[in-house]
């Protein structure tokens, strides 16, 4: 036979064999993302299907936040959870206690042998996935921190400097009353209540949340978010309720429509809802760092995050572990980070993908979109601001918001309310040291 | 003359009852076995640690402050939605039934609303009463009263026994109209040759013949409150202010679904069971008895 067609032949076998060979092993990532956030999980993971042949990552979305890990949770009991599943932060602690059913990320790029340095990663982002140690646990996804936006036109509308928003609480309540002053139906609001005006209230002071450094070195945390500080804020948004200086509008997003439709002058919220303000809202708007109370020593110390982070799901056989690595490998990479960044407002994980977009000048084009990364990174974290793990943290978040309506309503004072979360906080947090051991 | 059809043997009977039987075991009986297993049982999310618990999730339960409020807030708001939706549904019946001309059509919109699924009900009165992008609270407010369902329990209870009892009084109209189709006309036209004026006619003719729709709707409308609301309330109230809207069942799902505390939220599922066994009984056995049926 003529060498030449030797050959021929053995590379066609081998394109055959190899063909055959290729049927990619799919990778099944459930999650909970909507609208321009969805769009870009899909795109990210058509990307990736299409740079590399071996793997197959397959989105699915699960609905809300807790309904996806429901149904991993519920997938897992039955036998066939997904690969990857994207959890809220509030879960994480019940994630971190089922050993055995999840894969922590270190171990899974070790075994893989896939590089992985940690100290690429934001301290500020990774330390709340992380163990007391430094090892991470699941990789830091959508990651967001609570800011200020105001809105320049209601600012002139009441006399106040529209490119001047107040650095402090003191100031905040005194512009919020101008604000009503000048007509406006509310001087400020805020979103996700709890977590803005309790979680990252306490670690934007330095103070603690819980001990244990806020749940981070141990199961047996207890709350104490009833300590002088968090009441005296607390007595003071009631009080100003009473004016609607300030204006309760709902436990999570409901009150970024007030807002949008120009009623409130001010809110706090997820830096995340930049894309929906600059989007939706008609008067030119700022972004600014969270107020802080002067008269606290330390303050202001540094943000904590908020969002969700990717769990590998345990008892997935190697190859599949393998392809996992290489996408959680991919998705650092600078260039998805980049664009995550700044087309969603999520924080970019890694310190590369930051310095890049910093390179890129594209903070001067959008200002205000790098406040919330300066306000994380501004000081190294303490104890009381490295982040925070408490179990049943779904439950203790809104019963600290019942409390809060409670005081808001003047149904409570503000120290009842404090303390009526924290016993209520504590029972559920004893509940789950002894449902997980 | 005996109309009953009587089976030769025992198979052929059984053999028709089994797929019946089947599927009252597989979807009732089976999951409610589940539930009764699962809520003497404590553990994590995953079933990792899961372990036999006597009756401590069923003393925790009771021993809940918040549970025990929660039983008060689903007696207000059951009887509240029973009340509104049977009432009403009456009266436009009792009107429809009069209506010569076009009652078809009066019929066909009345009916409407029962169309609608307790989730999209629920969204519909939250666009028009939430204190942020409300039409009507907007109106609310601007004539002077401090609408916020947000912050104000009983205005947030208000209006999830609205959006619940709207929904229900088509069904309830639906029933009624058909129970007034079948009071013969000659009774209450007897009774109007009497003398009897239309009010009389009604409350002595008319009511009393209904007694047995009443009763039936009495009863659907008060297991509707109970089990079919969770749309309306996830929507409209999570619950909140506080626990003022949190009825038995939006606590076994939000336990279980949200808090993932797979024992507590079962031990409440078979207290919610026993209840509903518990209530069934009572009417059939104490009021059905006092009912008149024509």
Redesign the interface.
């Known amino acids: 036979m003529h060498p030449k067609i030797l050959a021929g032949a053995a590379a066609a076998f081998f394109a055959l064999a190899g063909s055959a060979a290729a049927d990619p092993v799919e990778l099944q990532w459930w999650h909970a993302m909507t609208a321009v956030n969805g769009d870009r999980v899909n795109q990210i993971a058509a990307d990736f299907n299409k740079m590399q042949s071996d793997y197959k990552v397959v989105p699915v979305f699960k609905g809300s936040y ?2 996806t890990m ?1 149904a991993a ?1 519920a997938a ?2 039955a036998g066939n959870a997904p690969d990857i599943v994207q959890v809220f932060e509030v879960g994480t602690a ?1 994630m971190m ?5 999840i894969k922590p990320v270190y171990q899974l790029m070790a075994d893989a042998g896939e590089p992985f340095d940690p100290s690429a990663y934001l301290p500020a982002v990774t330390a709340y996935y992380s163990t007391a140690d430094g090892k991470m646990l699941s990789l830091p996804f959508n990651s967001s921190t609570p800011v200020v936006y105001w809105n320049k036109d209601a600012f002139k509308k009441a006399g106040l400097d529209p490119d001047t928003p107040p650095k402090t609480w003191p100031e905040t309540f005194a512009a919020a009353k101008k604000l009503r002053a000048a007509g406006l139906n509310c001087g400020f609001t805020s979103a996700w209540v709890s977590w803005v005006q309790i979680e990252n209230f306490s670690a934007w002071h330095n103070i603690p949340i819980g001990t244990k450094a806020n749940g981070l070195e141990g199961a047996d945390t207890e709350l104490e978010i009833n300590n002088p500080t968090v009441v005296r804020h607390v007595a003071n948004l009631a009080e100003a ?1 009473k004016d609607k200086s300030f204006d ?4 999570t997003t ?2 970024e ?2 807002f949008l ?1 120009g ?1 409130c002058g001010m809110i706090q919220d997820s830096s995340a809802a930049y894309g929906l303000f600059s989007k939706s809202l008609k008067a030119p708007f700022g972004v600014t760092e969270l107020p802080y109370y002067p008269d606290v020593k330390g303050a202001p110390q540094n943000s904590i995050i908020g969002g969700a982070s990717l769990w590998v799901m345990g008892g997935k056989p190697a190859e599949h572990y393998k392809g996992v690595a290489k996408f959680f490998a991919y998705l650092s990479g600078i260039p998805v980070q980049v664009k995550w960044h700044e087309d969603t407002g999520y924080l970019p994980i890694t310190k590369a993908a930051y310095a890049a977009t910093k390179a890129s000048g594209f903070y001067e084009q959008h200002p205000g979109t790098e406040t919330a990364l300066k306000q994380m990174t501004g000081k190294p974290p303490t104890e009381n601001s490295r982040g925070l793990r408490f179990g ?1 943290l ?2 203790i978040r809104d019963i600290i ?3 809060l ?2 005081a ?2 003047g ?1 409570e004072s503000a120290k009842a309310a404090m303390d009526d979360a924290v016993k ?1 906080g504590n029972a559920l947090l004893r ?1 789950f040291q ?4 | 003359m005996e109309r009953r059809v009587v089976f030769a043997g025992w198979l052929c009977p059984a053999v028709l009852l089994l797929p019946q039987m089947a599927v009252t075991l597989v979807f009732f009986f089976w999951p409610a076995g589940q539930a009764v297993v699962q809520s003497f049982r404590r553990g994590d999310a995953f079933g990792l640690a899961t372990r036999f618990a006597g009756i401590e999730n069923f003393t925790q339960l009771f021993a809940d402050p918040n549970y025990l409020a929660s039983f008060g807030v689903t007696a207000l708001f059951s009887l509240s939605v029973a009340v509104l939706a049977l009432a009403p549904g009456l009266l436009l019946a009792v009107m429809a039934d009069r209506v010569v001309r076009g009652a078809a059509l009066y019929k066909t919109v009345l009916l409407i609303p029962y169309a609608i699924a307790p989730a999209i009900a629920g969204v519909l009165w939250m666009f028009l009463f939430n204190p942020a992008i409300g039409v009507l609270a907007a109106g609310l407010n601007r004539a002077g009263l401090d609408w916020n369902y947000l912050l104000d329990g009983p205005q947030a209870m208000l209006l999830v026994i609205l959006a619940a009892a709207w929904k229900q009084i088509s069904y309830n109209f639906l029933f009624f109209l058909a129970g007034l189709q079948a009071i013969p006309p000659s009774l209450i036209e007897a009774s109007a040759i009497d003398g009897a004026s239309p009010r009389r006619r009604f409350w002595t003719i008319v009511f009393p013949l209904l007694a047995p729709t009443s009763f039936f709707l009495l009863v659907v409308n008060i297991v509707y409150a109970f089990f079919d609301t969770f749309g309306v309330i996830h929507n409209v109230t999570q619950g909140g202010p506080g626990q003022a809207t949190e009825i038995l069942v939006y606590k076994v799902w939000y336990d279980g679904v949200v808090g993932l505390d797979l024992g507590g939220s079962a031990a409440q599922s078979v207290v919610l069971m026993a209840i509903v066994v518990a209530l069934t009984g009572i009417q059939f056995r104490f009021i059905e008895r006092r009912v008149h049926y024509a």
């Open positions: 807790a309904e429901t949770i897992y009991r019940t206690a089922a050993k055995g059913a309720q309760y509008s709902g436990r409901e009150p429509a007030r439709n009623d049943n779904v439950q918001a019942e409390d309506e409670a808001f309503s149904k209520r509940q002894r449902n997980t051991q």
